[in-house]
């Protein structure tokens, strides 16, 4: 019995230990729980929220981009995609053998879906071809109890209906690059497109528009629960152009076989009623990504297709650039309107000759005979006295030499050549002879297409310094300031931008006209206008001798460029044109007849004279 | 030394046995076993299906089993204890070789309504064959290496049958509880710290018989980091999902980790973490108060009995409750690794509320024969 007890003794005391240990054990329970949830509470509690919420991004739908009468040019079109989802789907490559049955599935999406698969998890559903048509779509839906876990999903893709048509002013979208991300979790959604050029690009804040946000719940393998919270975006601005569908479709027709630039302005506005550079492109093509080869194309071709000419062609104006230093002379007195010269065909300069385009000359010709016959003589006598400074001044009044500031990326300035500029830019002094040249619109100085139509614009709209625009603006809104600004005179007087119309009516309708060949019968629809023709190379002294200057004799590149610019009415000009054909030829043969088409078109239409839209921007 | 075995507790009717019953254990377990169905309620997302109504099922089965066993004589089981004890082993050693249940993977025998797993029944009868041989040594018995061979043999068996599986939770928890039982039973404090060298001395061994992917799984359990996506991030998720519950909790049926399934397991191993996410720390307090009443009854019980065999068997089965309770409330706040420990009485599944309920059933068994003289010797004399 005393080993009993001594047992009984030994037992409750080693309880008593086992007791003490467990309670020190079940403290250490509390205590680690007491850290977990009072201590580090507030911690946890953000990491469990940042389990199960979930910020995902609403995109808006891009604004679209109209003509001046509300017509469509930029659009967002339904994209009917097919889906599958693996979860749903007893064997993916059954499913997708099943599905190509019905559709044409290609090898590489096929790889590529299967590949999509093995990676995401099952519920996230994998695209396999986008941009389907009606028929693929009916065939789907009608076999879908075939098709486990294959879904049609509606998502948006732009869509320009023109197609090529204005391509070069309304740009194209296409997928964010790595560059362009600034943070914007919009530009990190798949599938994102921004605007790469055109409106597209430079309006791109106005038609992206705001994203929406939605907060949903998901579980462990983020699978959406429920939507906590969302707050829906603002979708993008439509914005409206002062473009005319109809005259943009017309002017786009009429040079497509060209390498050439055509822009209509409205005269009193400002408004860019047609701006075209041929050849164009397919902007739907960048859409859903461009193939290698198709870029290759684009970036190659000779004839430029992806640059705007309209605003990025630099070309010498020729002929063309003959009522400057006319109002050149006028204006700073050096010639009175009745000032004659007489042209032998040449004239001696210095040790140099410079030679008229007529090799016989023109005789006695005044200022308006100057013009209408393009007589070289009188332009290099009148630009010999007036000299460059002053030609380049009145020049930079028509809008020559510099950014015009229109709302298109890619504008180029052009060249208006002043001794500064040459003694700066090339280190030597300017030649007088330079002048002459620069006085028949050849050597340095170069303009772009929209600049040669803002020139005649402002030549026939009595001198007002309007500023082109592609955008339409509200009458009251902010863009008000700009508007009275256009409205300022330019300064120069009435009497001579008259005189020098009379020339350019002349151009066209007087009887010694060098574009007498287009001129319009009739007073309704008449136009006046300018020819030139723009050296693209020097022609040197054998040439000249031996006498080859046919056009066609040369190889294209190095043909001249035909120019012309004009305008219509002749009473009351509303429209101004200009025209630039690359390595056309002659102006009068090559780009006078498509400015007459398109001003008999322009004033078929009247644009400047249909009801306005009621405001530049639309939600 | 001749010690009669006293009749006067042996002619206990069977009403007055049942008014022995410790009626406040059976009203704690009752209470634990309430709190357990709410946490599978919640944990079906506020249904009753598929794991609440099961378990309360099993509760009814397991309470009436625990309420049988506790009025079978004491003898009953000190007769048969080593009988008992033999059965388990065979049933453990047949479905780790003889490979029941699909690949292997399920290691569970089906008694019908309750699937049992050998393993969960084993760490009772561990205890109850232990208690049965040392009721009988003396002091200097206790000195003698030779004398603890057989009851070390009773411990290994089934604890290397575990580590072969390998099963970590469940042969840490038998060499523990079986420890206990050698402790408590008055083993010299010497011999444990022998028994603890000839382990390290045993485990280089023993580790070149291990095959690669049970050497694989066994630094997994030791080093879960080394298996960040699988046992760490568990581990990771339910310590989030407790740190979020705070000072009270979510509310039942608003913890939103486990709701959103961020917690793996969460009607099983896990529903601890569901229990503080929802409830908060005073939730987890709350419960631990529940365990801890339990013990104290089991340690009370176990002090009152007359015979050694019952402090032993009443002691062995609450530090097996303990070592239950501990494991998996430890693993779920990251003190301990990741092992298959249940939450006894709250965690989904039969065998391992069975056997808590069996443990619990010997406990009351051992308080309502507390008068109950078994002879050093046994019962033959």
Redesign the interface.
């Given at each position: 019995m005393r080993s009993d007890s001594d047992r009984y003794k030994s037992f409750t005391r080693r309880t008593a230990a086992v007791a003490g240990f467990k309670i020190a054990l079940l403290s250490v329970l509390g205590a680690r729980m007491y850290q977990l949830q009072v201590v580090q509470a507030d911690r946890y509690a953000t990491l469990a929220e940042e389990n199960r919420i979930n910020l995902r991004l609403l995109p808006p739908p891009r604004g679209r981009i109209l003509d001046r009468r509300g017509r469509l040019l930029a659009v967002n079109r339904q994209n009917y995609r097919v889906l599958m989802t693996v979860e749903r789907a007893d064997a993916a490559k059954d499913t997708l053998d099943a599905l190509g049955r019905f559709i044409f599935i290609g090898d590489g999406d096929r790889k590529r879906v299967l590949r999509e698969i093995g990676r995401k998890r099952s519920f996230v559903p994998v695209t396999v071809r986008e941009n389907l048509d009606w028929n693929e779509v009916a065939t789907i839906e009608v076999n879908a109890p075939d098709l486990p876990g294959v879904t049609i999903d509606v998502g948006r893709s732009r869509f320009y209906p023109g197609n090529e048509l204005a391509a070069h002013v309304l740009g194209y979208v296409s997928a964010v690059s790595e560059e362009e991300l600034n943070g914007d979790p919009l530009l990190e959604l798949p599938g994102f497109k921004i605007g790469k050029s055109g409106v597209e690009k430079v309006y791109d804040g106005l038609l992206r528009g705001t994203a929406g946000t939605s907060q949903v719940e998901v579980n462990a393998i983020g699978r959406i629960i429920r939507e906590l919270s969302r707050q829906d975006g603002e979708p993008g601005w439509d914005i409206s152009l002062t473009l005319d569908l109809d005259l943009q479709t017309f002017a786009a027709e009429r040079i497509a076989d060209e390498s050439a630039a055509v822009v209509v302005l409205d005269v009193q506005t400002g408004d860019v009623l047609a701006i075209v550079s041929t050849p164009s492109f397919d902007p739907n093509a960048f859409n859903s990504g461009i193939s290698t080869a198709d870029w290759n194309a684009l970036v190659n071709n000779v004839r430029s297709p992806l640059t705007n000419k309209a605003i990025a062609g630099q070309y010498s104006p020729g002929s063309t650039f003959k009522m400057i230093v006319a109002l050149a002379a006028l204006e700073n007195g050096v010639a009175s309107p009745e000032q004659t010269a007489f042209c032998n065909g040449k004239y001696e300069f210095g040790d140099g000759t410079f030679h008229c385009w007529k090799r016989s000359g023109h005789g006695r010709v005044d200022m308006v005979d100057a013009i209408a016959e393009s007589c070289d003589v009188f332009f290099y006598d009148l630009s010999r006295r007036v000299g460059i400074d002053r030609i380049a001044e009145m020049a930079g009044r028509f809008g020559l030499g510099h950014d015009l500031g229109i709302d298109l990326p890619g504008e180029r300035p052009g060249l208006m050549p002043t001794k500064a500029w040459k003694l700066a830019v090339q280190g030597v002094a300017w030649q007088s002879g330079e002048t002459l040249v620069a006085g028949i619109g050849q050597g340095f100085v170069l303009t772009t297409p929209l600049q040669l139509a803002v020139m005649t614009a402002r030549m026939v709209n009595g001198g007002r310094a309007i500023v082109p625009r592609i955008t339409r603006r509200e009458p009251n809104a902010e863009g008000s300031a700009e508007l009275g600004e256009a409205e300022m005179s330019i300064g120069v007087s009435d009497a001579h931008l008259r005189l020098v119309r009379r020339g350019m009516d002349d151009v066209v309708n007087g009887p010694t006209g060098t574009a007498r060949g287009v001129r319009v019968e009739g007073e309704a629809l008449a136009f006046g206008g300018k020819t030139g023709t723009a050296q693209v190379r020097r022609i040197s002294e054998r040439e000249r001798q031996i006498g080859v200057r046919k056009n066609e004799d040369i190889p294209w590149r190095t043909r001249d460029h035909a120019l012309f610019v004009g305008y219509a009415p002749l009473a009351e000009p509303r429209y101004a044109i200009a025209v630039v054909v690359e390595h056309g030829g002659v102006g009068s043969a090559v780009a006078a007849p498509i400015a007459r088409d398109i001003l008999l078109e322009v004033q078929r239409l009247d644009p400047a004279r249909s009801a306005p839209q009621p405001l530049a921007l639309v939600r | 030394m001749f010690e009669p075995i006293d009749s006067a507790e042996s002619e206990l009717s069977f009403f007055e046995k049942l008014w022995q019953i410790n009626w406040v254990v059976v009203l704690l377990l009752c209470a634990t076993a309430g709190v357990g169905f709410a946490m599978l309620y919640s944990a079906g997302n506020g249904s009753f299906d598929p794991w609440a109504s099961r378990q309360i099922v099993r509760f009814g089965i397991g309470i009436t089993m625990m309420l049988v066993i506790a009025l079978v004589d004491l003898k009953f089981w000190f007769r048969y204890a080593y009988a008992i004890y033999l059965v388990a082993l065979l049933l453990l050693a047949a479905v780790e070789f003889a490979g029941f249940g699909a690949m292997g993977a399920q290691r569970w025998i089906n008694l019908g309504v309750i699937q049992l797993q050998p393993a969960e029944v084993m760490k009772i009868t561990l205890v109850l064959a232990l208690a049965r041989y040392f009721h009988a040594?003396?002091?200097i018995d206790l000195g003698r290496i030779l004398y603890l061979i057989f009851p070390v043999l009773l411990v290994a068996g089934p604890t290397v049958l575990m580590i072969r599986q390998p099963d970590l939770g469940t042969a840490v928890m038998l060499a523990a509880a079986g420890g206990?039982v050698f402790?408590?039973?008055?083993v010299r404090l010497w011999m444990f710290g022998v028994a603890l060298a000839a382990l390290l001395a045993v485990v280089p061994v023993a580790w070149h018989f291990l095959h690669g992917y049970q050497k694989k799984r066994i630094l997994t359990f030791l080093d879960p980091g080394s298996d960040p996506l699988g046992a760490g991030y568990h581990i990771l998720?339910s310590?989030?999902?407790?740190?979020?519950?705070?000072?009270f909790g979510k509310g039942f049926l608003q913890g939103?980790?486990s709701r959103?399934?961020?917690l793996p397991e969460k009607q099983t191993d896990f529903i601890f973490t569901m229990l503080?996410e929802e409830f908060?720390?005073a939730g987890?307090?709350g419960l631990?108060g529940l365990?801890?009443l339990l013990?104290a009854y089991g340690?009370g019980i176990?002090?009152r009995a007359r015979c050694?065999f019952a402090?032993?068997l009443g002691?062995g089965v609450t530090?097996t409750f303990?070592l239950y309770l501990?494991i998996n409330?430890?693993m779920v706040?990251g003190?301990l690794p990741v092992v298959g420990v249940p939450l006894p009485m709250i965690s989904y599944g039969g065998t391992a509320m069975l056997a808590v309920l069996i443990g619990f059933g010997l406990l009351l068994c051992v308080g309502v024969h507390r008068d109950t003289r078994i002879g050093?010797r046994g019962l033959t004399e």
């Amino acid at each position: 019995m005393r080993s009993d007890s001594d047992r009984y003794k030994s037992f409750t005391r080693r309880t008593a230990a086992v007791a003490g240990f467990k309670i020190a054990l079940l403290s250490v329970l509390g205590a680690r729980m007491y850290q977990l949830q009072v201590v580090q509470a507030d911690r946890y509690a953000t990491l469990a929220e940042e389990n199960r919420i979930n910020l995902r991004l609403l995109p808006p739908p891009r604004g679209r981009i109209l003509d001046r009468r509300g017509r469509l040019l930029a659009v967002n079109r339904q994209n009917y995609r097919v889906l599958m989802t693996v979860e749903r789907a007893d064997a993916a490559k059954d499913t997708l053998d099943a599905l190509g049955r019905f559709i044409f599935i290609g090898d590489g999406d096929r790889k590529r879906v299967l590949r999509e698969i093995g990676r995401k998890r099952s519920f996230v559903p994998v695209t396999v071809r986008e941009n389907l048509d009606w028929n693929e779509v009916a065939t789907i839906e009608v076999n879908a109890p075939d098709l486990p876990g294959v879904t049609i999903d509606v998502g948006r893709s732009r869509f320009y209906p023109g197609n090529e048509l204005a391509a070069h002013v309304l740009g194209y979208v296409s997928a964010v690059s790595e560059e362009e991300l600034n943070g914007d979790p919009l530009l990190e959604l798949p599938g994102f497109k921004i605007g790469k050029s055109g409106v597209e690009k430079v309006y791109d804040g106005l038609l992206r528009g705001t994203a929406g946000t939605s907060q949903v719940e998901v579980n462990a393998i983020g699978r959406i629960i429920r939507e906590l919270s969302r707050q829906d975006g603002e979708p993008g601005w439509d914005i409206s152009l002062t473009l005319d569908l109809d005259l943009q479709t017309f002017a786009a027709e009429r040079i497509a076989d060209e390498s050439a630039a055509v822009v209509v302005l409205d005269v009193q506005t400002g408004d860019v009623l047609a701006i075209v550079s041929t050849p164009s492109f397919d902007p739907n093509a960048f859409n859903s990504g461009i193939s290698t080869a198709d870029w290759n194309a684009l970036v190659n071709n000779v004839r430029s297709p992806l640059t705007n000419k309209a605003i990025a062609g630099q070309y010498s104006p020729g002929s063309t650039f003959k009522m400057i230093v006319a109002l050149a002379a006028l204006e700073n007195g050096v010639a009175s309107p009745e000032q004659t010269a007489f042209c032998n065909g040449k004239y001696e300069f210095g040790d140099g000759t410079f030679h008229c385009w007529k090799r016989s000359g023109h005789g006695r010709v005044d200022m308006v005979d100057a013009i209408a016959e393009s007589c070289d003589v009188f332009f290099y006598d009148l630009s010999r006295r007036v000299g460059i400074d002053r030609i380049a001044e009145m020049a930079g009044r028509f809008g020559l030499g510099h950014d015009l500031g229109i709302d298109l990326p890619g504008e180029r300035p052009g060249l208006m050549p002043t001794k500064a500029w040459k003694l700066a830019v090339q280190g030597v002094a300017w030649q007088s002879g330079e002048t002459l040249v620069a006085g028949i619109g050849q050597g340095f100085v170069l303009t772009t297409p929209l600049q040669l139509a803002v020139m005649t614009a402002r030549m026939v709209n009595g001198g007002r310094a309007i500023v082109p625009r592609i955008t339409r603006r509200e009458p009251n809104a902010e863009g008000s300031a700009e508007l009275g600004e256009a409205e300022m005179s330019i300064g120069v007087s009435d009497a001579h931008l008259r005189l020098v119309r009379r020339g350019m009516d002349d151009v066209v309708n007087g009887p010694t006209g060098t574009a007498r060949g287009v001129r319009v019968e009739g007073e309704a629809l008449a136009f006046g206008g300018k020819t030139g023709t723009a050296q693209v190379r020097r022609i040197s002294e054998r040439e000249r001798q031996i006498g080859v200057r046919k056009n066609e004799d040369i190889p294209w590149r190095t043909r001249d460029h035909a120019l012309f610019v004009g305008y219509a009415p002749l009473a009351e000009p509303r429209y101004a044109i200009a025209v630039v054909v690359e390595h056309g030829g002659v102006g009068s043969a090559v780009a006078a007849p498509i400015a007459r088409d398109i001003l008999l078109e322009v004033q078929r239409l009247d644009p400047a004279r249909s009801a306005p839209q009621p405001l530049a921007l639309v939600r | 030394m001749f010690e009669p075995i006293d009749s006067a507790e042996s002619e206990l009717s069977f009403f007055e046995k049942l008014w022995q019953i410790n009626w406040v254990v059976v009203l704690l377990l009752c209470a634990t076993a309430g709190v357990g169905f709410a946490m599978l309620y919640s944990a079906g997302n506020g249904s009753f299906d598929p794991w609440a109504s099961r378990q309360i099922v099993r509760f009814g089965i397991g309470i009436t089993m625990m309420l049988v066993i506790a009025l079978v004589d004491l003898k009953f089981w000190f007769r048969y204890a080593y009988a008992i004890y033999l059965v388990a082993l065979l049933l453990l050693a047949a479905v780790e070789f003889a490979g029941f249940g699909a690949m292997g993977a399920q290691r569970w025998i089906n008694l019908g309504v309750i699937q049992l797993q050998p393993a969960e029944v084993m760490k009772i009868t561990l205890v109850l064959a232990l208690a049965r041989y040392f009721h009988a040594a003396n002091m200097i018995d206790l000195g003698r290496i030779l004398y603890l061979i057989f009851p070390v043999l009773l411990v290994a068996g089934p604890t290397v049958l575990m580590i072969r599986q390998p099963d970590l939770g469940t042969a840490v928890m038998l060499a523990a509880a079986g420890g206990a039982v050698f402790f408590l039973a008055g083993v010299r404090l010497w011999m444990f710290g022998v028994a603890l060298a000839a382990l390290l001395a045993v485990v280089p061994v023993a580790w070149h018989f291990l095959h690669g992917y049970q050497k694989k799984r066994i630094l997994t359990f030791l080093d879960p980091g080394s298996d960040p996506l699988g046992a760490g991030y568990h581990i990771l998720q339910s310590k989030i999902a407790l740190g979020s519950g705070a000072l009270f909790g979510k509310g039942f049926l608003q913890g939103t980790q486990s709701r959103l399934n961020f917690l793996p397991e969460k009607q099983t191993d896990f529903i601890f973490t569901m229990l503080a996410e929802e409830f908060g720390l005073a939730g987890g307090l709350g419960l631990l108060g529940l365990y801890f009443l339990l013990l104290a009854y089991g340690v009370g019980i176990s002090l009152r009995a007359r015979c050694q065999f019952a402090r032993l068997l009443g002691m062995g089965v609450t530090v097996t409750f303990f070592l239950y309770l501990f494991i998996n409330i430890g693993m779920v706040m990251g003190l301990l690794p990741v092992v298959g420990v249940p939450l006894p009485m709250i965690s989904y599944g039969g065998t391992a509320m069975l056997a808590v309920l069996i443990g619990f059933g010997l406990l009351l068994c051992v308080g309502v024969h507390r008068d109950t003289r078994i002879g050093r010797r046994g019962l033959t004399e």
